[in-house]
């Protein structure tokens, strides 16, 4: 993996990118990456058993404890549920995503995914009709929060939960393209922070 894809991390922080379902990619002049998600790929283990997908690019980072994540994102919305996706996981049983996505309402959304005992569940979250936003994930121990915002330093709380995970997660970007033919997704800022949250609700 290009060395320059870390310069949003701290030297102190640095590591290794790692794919699961490995994709093309562009790196973008300011700084970002641009990762092409293939036609009919995702994440989602549907509640009802009846299908499970494993198959959108996955680029991320094996992170131990307490973190802080945070992506400025840009889908192109294409077709419903494209989506720019932050993504914590163990494995195929227990992980969860936090998009920006086109949903199947006809809307730009905040949506979030909490997979545990290898079932989804799926909750739309407020409509956003700009054309970029700001992601982020925090941990505190077994505690995440999920987070949405203007400007990487103002957020909105989307979801507050636990996830019974080991102290090392992978952690990273996933761009997702369920029913399309495939499209490039921008992820204009990435950055891990080795910290703790005072406040896991609020982000910060």
């Given at each position: 993996?290009?060395?320059?894809?870390?310069?949003?991390?701290t030297?102190?922080?640095r590591?290794?990118?790692?794919?699961?379902?490995?994709?093309?990619?562009?790196?973008l002049?300011?700084?970002?990456?641009?990762?092409?998600a293939?036609?009919?790929?995702?994440?989602?283990?549907?509640?009802?058993?009846?299908?499970?997908q494993?198959?959108?690019?996955?680029?991320?980072?094996?992170?131990?404890?307490?973190?802080?994540?945070?992506?400025?994102?840009?889908?192109?919305?294409?077709?419903?549920?494209?989506?720019?996706v932050?993504?914590?996981?163990?494995?195929?049983?227990r992980?969860?995503?936090?998009c920006?996505?086109?949903?199947?309402?006809?809307?730009?959304?905040?949506?979030?995914v909490?997979?545990?005992?290898?079932?989804?569940?799926?909750?739309?979250?407020?409509?956003?009709?700009?054309?970029?936003?700001?992601?982020?994930?925090?941990?505190?121990?077994?505690?995440f929060?999920?987070?949405?915002?203007?400007?990487?330093?103002?957020?909105?709380m989307?979801?507050?939960?636990?996830?019974?995970?080991p102290?090392?997660?992978?952690?990273?970007?996933?761009?997702?393209?369920?029913?399309?033919?495939?499209?490039?997704?921008?992820?204009?800022?990435?950055?891990?922070?080795?910290?703790?949250?005072?406040?896991?609700?609020?982000?910060?």
């Amino acid at each position: 993996m290009d060395k320059n894809l870390l310069l949003q991390l701290t030297e102190e922080n640095r590591g290794s990118f790692e794919w699961m379902n490995e994709s093309s990619y562009t790196l973008l002049p300011e700084g970002g990456i641009r990762i092409y998600a293939p036609a009919e790929t995702d994440f989602f283990s549907n509640p009802d058993g009846t299908s499970k997908q494993e198959s959108a690019p996955f680029l991320y980072l094996s992170v131990k404890g307490d973190f802080v994540m945070k992506a400025h994102v840009s889908p192109p919305f294409k077709n419903k549920w494209d989506a720019a996706v932050l993504m914590i996981r163990e494995d195929s049983d227990r992980w969860a995503k936090l998009c920006f996505e086109g949903s199947d309402f006809g809307t730009q959304a905040i949506v979030s995914v909490v997979t545990d005992n290898g079932l989804s569940d799926d909750a739309n979250g407020v409509n956003y009709h700009w054309p970029s936003v700001w992601l982020q994930i925090v941990r505190k121990g077994n505690l995440f929060g999920m987070h949405y915002g203007p400007d990487g330093k103002t957020w909105n709380m989307v979801r507050y939960f636990t996830l019974d995970v080991p102290e090392t997660i992978q952690a990273g970007m996933e761009a997702q393209c369920p029913v399309g033919q495939g499209l490039d997704v921008d992820f204009m800022h990435f950055s891990m922070e080795h910290r703790t949250v005072d406040d896991v609700r609020a982000g910060v």
